[in-house]
């Protein structure tokens, strides 16, 4: 099996590097390993098997059958029942266990867990208005996210039943900018989540890709947790708020950050999934 960038679905005025198309699919390639690992097959994984063709991003190859280990069952069972929950969150319970917990996982993928100070947070909230503020003028940005929020067609996107309304988008400060929404908004607070920046040596695919494996096991280890997630990609999204977020966050190459809590309002219905034909051929 290969893993492959589907040229369809680039984003070029929003993720202009391609950065969070690779991170996407290193969270597809966690989730497949994971599922796979949960009934019982082990896989070769070889990343970037063809040195003259990037977009060939991994080959996988099944090894051996066997008895599945407890933690890869527990962690593919998150595969179906998480979701983005960009609702304010009350602060994440155990999260002095937590985070190192989350920090091995990355650590397994090469890739940095850094954590958001309070000072930091209202830094990266000014930088999330910024970043909302400049794509407002930002046509070409506008089409994309139209198309990725359900332009796409039925099978795909983030219907507005999994977008907040304008009051709960308020109390969420370092959320991106949607349309406003219909999901339940919970109670009136304001987020009390946790945000980790996921960060890497350098902005190389290979990063990119480990980065998004480790994404996954992040989200993943928050719904086993019984904690929600929200990725937040906007802040390292544009040239100019990267920088400002490097500045902040004194990390070189911030990659994606994540806002951990505790769930204040019931999950919106799933967001449609693509049939798994459309992205899974077996030769
Ligand atoms: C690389 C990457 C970047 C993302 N960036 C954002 C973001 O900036 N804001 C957001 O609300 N969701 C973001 N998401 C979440 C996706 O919109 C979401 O995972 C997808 O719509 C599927 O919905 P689900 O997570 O509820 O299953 C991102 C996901 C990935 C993999």
Redesign the pocket.
């Known amino acids: 099996m290969a893993l492959a960038v589907d040229a369809d679905r680039l984003l070029p005025a929003t993720d202009a590097f391609n950065r ?1 198309g690779i ?2 699919c290193g ?1 597809a390639l966690h989730h497949a390993v994971t599922a796979w690992a949960a009934a019982g097959w082990r896989l070769r994984v070889e990343r970037f098997p063809r040195p003259t063709d990037r977009s060939h991003l991994a080959s996988l190859e099944f090894r051996e059958h066997g008895d599945p280990l407890d933690s890869d069952v527990e962690l593919a069972a998150a595969i179906d029942i ?3 929950d ?1 609702a304010p969150y009350a602060a994440p319970h155990g999260w002095p266990d937590l985070l190192p917990v989350l920090r091995e996982l990355c650590r397994r993928h090469d890739t940095g867990l850094s954590m958001i100070d309070d000072g930091t947070r209202e830094t990266l909230a000014r930088i999330s208005w910024s970043a909302s503020a400049l794509r407002r003028r930002d046509p070409d940005y506008r089409t994309e996210l139209a198309w990725w929020l359900g332009g796409a067609g039925p099978d795909a996107g ?1 219907p507005a039943s ?1 977008l907040p309304s304008r009051e709960a988008a308020e109390r969420v400060p370092t ?2 900018e949607f349309l406003s929404g219909t999901s339940d908004q919970g109670p009136e607070q304001q987020d009390q989540a946790q945000i980790v920046a996921l960060v890497t040596d350098d902005d190389t695919v290979e990063s990119l890709l480990a980065c ?1 494996e480790a ?1 996954s096991a992040v989200l993943l280890g928050c719904t086993v947790h019984e904690l929600s997630s ?5 802040l390292a999204e544009l040239p100019a708020t990267r920088a400002r977020v490097v500045e902040a966050i004194g990390e070189s190459h911030p990659q ?1 950050f994540v806002r951990i809590g505790r769930p204040t309002a019931p999950g919106p219905p ?2 449609p999934r693509r049939p798994v034909e459309e992205v899974l051929v077996i030769e």
Request: charged content about 20%; some cysteine.
């Open positions: 969070q991170i996407g969270v998480r979701y983005t960009r983030v999994a959320n991106r998004g994404l929200c990725v937040m990609s906007h994606i799933r967001t």
